[in-house]
């Protein structure tokens, strides 16, 4: 039915027209036209004659606006932030959103309220899209900021001693600069959604009250909607299932690599050469048997936590955490085994153990190492729930078509005299027969992504399975018909057993779909060489096409191989650029600010 609105503009005759044209047009495409005609309306110029006027209705406008600026590497903050958006937005709030890195720092000075909701990346790091916004505020360059309210929430893994770390920095330092608090800080381990969500609620109670909107006289016009939630996601994960699991590496190498295919049918499930793929894993049976005879409880007592009960051997399997080690659950079982070592390693001066214990010990060798007297509700509550693993997607959907492939490298070691193995990896790389079957999910990385202009170089650094990724973007490339050239840098430790890919890099090679590849591997010689050597003995060419515009990426580890592969690059900026230390920070941050330095490390 037309509105008196618009038959009063257009008149009955029109109005009606108008009715039969977009009767049955899907949204996208009346979101479309709106643009269209807004445009038409554009070139037209100035309005001549005035339209009867519409009915006007009351509106709050807001005396300022919220700016949210969040930093991320895996897209929580963003989600997170987007959210803070929407519920300010629906409670009548003007509000501006930045990622971190397309933030005008210098506007910081101008703004009256303001919340951040950042990550903290391995031991107390920011994520690579907010180093420039984190450097900015910790410097001399940061403005007084006495007219600031602001408020931080803080997203981290508490199995890290820094946890939360630059949350709590931003937090400290805006204090510093004179800003006031409106809200105390909130730190949200992997299970960030029950404090996230109570920090969201009250943010938006406090920014509504501290911008105290007038009533005004205002005409409402909405010309688009806010999209539609996506079909799947995280919460609402796609089953997929498994076509191929094939190992990668030969016989003789000390790690298992898998080649893994999956099948995403008519799930519609979309992604790009640089998203990953969450998957849902859940615990080996061998772990959860070991933890019920361990500790000496019934698998079938069943337990409440969250409003649900489950019997404990299905908390176990499906829904907690059984490997990584966080400090809350250390907390409460140093109490209950009155352990003075473990007490010990809480202390500020027990940190660099503490650091050490939580990188070789899953939770199954405190148990052992450290006897408690758990019970089967005290540890159903203890446990952090079970989080999904993303593995970098190693294909292109161009090519490939509804299947998502990855590269998996299998934890599975030997420690204390027992196995361990990782969740995820060991749970994909054992899924045969019936159970060939991964809830998944797809993870969107915006800051990954290859060039616009397809005539630009790409240098892509991916060590072991870092090379993932960039098996999908010479894909991507190749079925695109890019023009720029493709350089590869890979390295593990032999060249026999290790090295993966292999015969689709040489046929990459032979096509011109790859133009160059850098081998190193680090054991086939006395002398361990890495892929940053490489990069330094290339180091003429690969300034020059840095220079000549190209792209450079990096993927894989965070704590030694990326901040070697940064270090490399100072060197080769300046051995071959001839700038001073400081100039080639400075030429990589803005190459990073251009997004032509982008890393997805992990």
Known sequence: MVSPYVSAMLGEERSALLQRVVEGLPSETLHWLSGYFAGLATQRGPVQEQAPAPTPVVQAVPEAWLTIIYGTQTNNSRMLAERLKHQAEASGLSVR??????????????ERLLYIVISTQGDGDPPDDSRGFV???????APKLEQLRFSVLGLGDSSYPKYCEIGKILDTRLAQLGATRLLNRADCDVDFEPVAQGWLDQAVG??????APKTATAVVTPLRTAPPAPKHGKEAPVTAEILVNQRLTGRGANKDVRHIELSLGDS??????????????????????DFVSLLKVNGETEVTRDGRALPLQQWLTEELELTK??????ERHAALSGSTDLQRLLAPEGAEAFRALLKTHQIIDLLRLWPAPWTAE????ALRKLAPRSYSIASSQKRVGTEAHLTVAVVDYVAFGARHTGTASYFLATRTGDEERVRVFVEPNDRF???RDSARDVIMIGPGTGVAPFRAFVQERAETGAKGRNWLFFGEQHFRSQFLYQTEWQEALKKGELHRISLAFSRDQVEKIYVQQRLREAGKDLYAWLEGGAHLYVCGDAQRMAPDVHEALIDIATTHGGRSREDAESWLSTLRDEQRYQRDVY
């Open 325 to 330: 080690v966080s400090k809350p659950f250390l």
């Open 268 to 289: 519609g499930l979309a992604y790009e050469p640089g998203d990953s793929l969450g998957v849902w894993p859940r615990n080996a049976p061998e772990l959860v048997a």
């Open 135 to 141: 450097e900015f505020l910790l410097s001399k360059k």
């Open 378 to 381: 005290e540890l159903v509550r």
């Open 97 to 110: 959103l930045y990622r971190a890195s397309d933030y005008p720092v210098r506007e910081i000075a101008k």
């Open 449 to 451: 992504r290859l060039p």
């Open 206 to 211: 406090k920014a509504t009250e501290e911008l």
